[in-house]
């Protein structure tokens, strides 16, 4: 009777550590990310956009810089310029067909953070962090693909280095930082990333 129980308890405790296992491979599968570049349902180009046609980033992304993030532009975006240019190309046509559908655009993510980590653009925006320190040249890239691999050190050790001037809005802060004549380090709290 105790036997078989204890028998039982290893079993589970097998699991647990099978299941840990299964956990660490998987976040270190995660984590060698940086190429990542999956076909998108629509062959969209940074390239063409943002590079030789010089759209800002923030005009297709808007709202990364507030609180309100929805970085993925919605198809009006889009059609704010292809109910003209290229209009009679097949795939603008099929753009407008999914915009008149009502029909978002699968897109398929590149970067992705675990639902347990906090990040919002925001903050680095105000601190003047470029989008291309952490996403690379995307003006460059035709397809869009994975530049670094956001595992906690790469945050921990951006947050450690690069010190910063307070946003404007930060008055405070920004006037003391500048009182002392020196700038502030990003914080490495536990509690900054996670809750
Ligand atoms: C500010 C204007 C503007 C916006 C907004 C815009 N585009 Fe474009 N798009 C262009 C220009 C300009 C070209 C290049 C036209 C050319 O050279 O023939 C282009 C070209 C393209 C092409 C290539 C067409 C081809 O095969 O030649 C695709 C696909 C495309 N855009 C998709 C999109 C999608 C999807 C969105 C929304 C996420 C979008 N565009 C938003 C201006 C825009
Ligand atoms: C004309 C609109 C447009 C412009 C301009 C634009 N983007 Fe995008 N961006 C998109 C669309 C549409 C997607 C989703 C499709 C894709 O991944 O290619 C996207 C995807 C991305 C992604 C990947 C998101 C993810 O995790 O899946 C990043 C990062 C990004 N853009 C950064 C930038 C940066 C940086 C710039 C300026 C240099 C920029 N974008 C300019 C429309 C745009
Ligand atoms: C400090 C590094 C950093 C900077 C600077 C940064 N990003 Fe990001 N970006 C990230 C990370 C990390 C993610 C993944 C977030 C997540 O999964 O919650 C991301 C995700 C995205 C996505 C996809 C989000 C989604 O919901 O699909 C887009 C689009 C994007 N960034 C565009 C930009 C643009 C445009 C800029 C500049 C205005 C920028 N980023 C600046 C780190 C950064
Ligand atoms: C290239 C440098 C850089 C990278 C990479 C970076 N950060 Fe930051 N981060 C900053 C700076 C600068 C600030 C501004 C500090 C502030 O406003 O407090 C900041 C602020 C933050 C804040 C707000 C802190 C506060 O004041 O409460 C959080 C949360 C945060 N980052 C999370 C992340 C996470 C998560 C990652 C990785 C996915 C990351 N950061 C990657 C530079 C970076
Ligand atoms: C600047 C942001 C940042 C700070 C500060 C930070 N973390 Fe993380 N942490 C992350 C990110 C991003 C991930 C997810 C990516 C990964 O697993 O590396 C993560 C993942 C983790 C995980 C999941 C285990 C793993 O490796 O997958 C644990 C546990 C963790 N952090 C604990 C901590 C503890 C404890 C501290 C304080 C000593 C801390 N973190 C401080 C950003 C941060």
Known sequence: MIFSRLKERWRLVTLVAL????GIWKVAMAASN????????????????????????????AGVDRDTESPIPPLNVCMGCHSVVDANKPVIQKIAAAYKA???IQWVRVYDLPQFVKFAHRWHIAAGV????????????????????????????????QTYLPAPADKVHRNLATYH???????????TCHN
């Open 19 to 22: 299941l840990i296992v299964l």
């Open 34 to 61: 940086v190429g990542y570049s999956p076909a998108q349902p629509i062959p969209f180009s940074h390239k063409l956009h943002a590079g030789v046609n010089h759209i800002p980033c923030q005009y297709c992304h």
């Open 102 to 104: 009502g029909k978002p």
């Open 130 to 161: 470029a989008c291309q320190t952490c996403h690379g040249p995307v003006q460059d890239m035709n397809q869009i693909r994975q530049y670094r691999e956001f595992v906690m050190g790469e945050c921990i050790a951006c947050h450690r280095s």
């Open 181 to 191: 004549g020196h700038e502030v380090n990003a914080k490495t709290e536990c509690s």
